[in-house]
């Protein structure tokens, strides 16, 4: 079950329910609002691109390349 988050006022919290369960609630308190979840804060940085792979997996990935001919994996070099 996810976490949810919510606001009264000034006032936020953060409830762990259903779906099921949220969608009643915020049917029963017209006055809560619900906050969207931020975005996670660990993120891969080799998808980000800021650093290359590991040279043993770019040279897989020239081998790749290499042997399926009309290939554009890209390989990091």
Known sequence: MPTYKFKRGSKEWEEFM????RTK????????EQLVNGFPADADSVHLGRTKPADGFR????QIKK???GS??????
Do not use: M, R, W, Y
């Not at 609630?25 to 809560?32: K, M, S, T």
């Open 18 to 21: 259903s779906i099921s369960e």
């Open 67 to 69: 042997n399926n001919i």
């Open 25 to 32: 609630f915020l049917e029963e308190n017209p006055d809560v």
């Open 59 to 62: 040279d897989l990935l020239g």
């Open 72 to 77: 554009n994996i890209k390989t990091f070099k």
